[in-house]
């Protein structure tokens, strides 16, 4: 079982930045991939992006360029950098794992955009 953290949310104006961190603790494999979801108001959950073990990244149309996923593997870390915000990236922000056996979630955090 793996147990999921977040951390960084909070109110920002448009065009502003924030950092997002996700600390995992627990049965970590080694193979694994991290990834970050969006809720929204009125919205289904929305992946926004993924990174592997090996560091291999993938985004969101909706967010490329804007947000960088990264990760230590040595802390068991992930981190979303997310850059010129819009008030459309409120969100709760969750946290995800996904290995072998399958996914855990973290609680979530508030990210709130004003214009």
């Known amino acids: 079982q793996v147990q999921l953290v977040e951390s960084g949310g909070g109110l920002v104006q448009a065009g502003g930045s924030l950092r997002l961190s996700c600390a995992a603790s627990?049965?970590?494999?080694?193979?694994?991939?991290m990834a970050w979801y969006r809720q929204g108001p009125g919205k289904q959950r929305e992946w926004v992006a993924a990174?592997?073990?090996?560091?291999?990244?993938n985004y969101a149309d909706s967010v490329k360029g804007r947000f960088t996923i990264s990760r230590d593997n040595g802390k068991n870390t992930v981190y979303l950098q997310m850059n010129s915000l819009k008030p459309e990236d409120t969100a709760v922000y969750y946290c995800n794992i996904a290995d072998r056996r399958g996914n855990s979630w973290g609680q979530g955090t508030q990210v709130t955009v004003s214009s």
């Open positions: 627990g049965s970590i494999l080694s193979v694994n991939v």
């Open positions: 990174i592997t073990n090996g560091g291999s990244t």
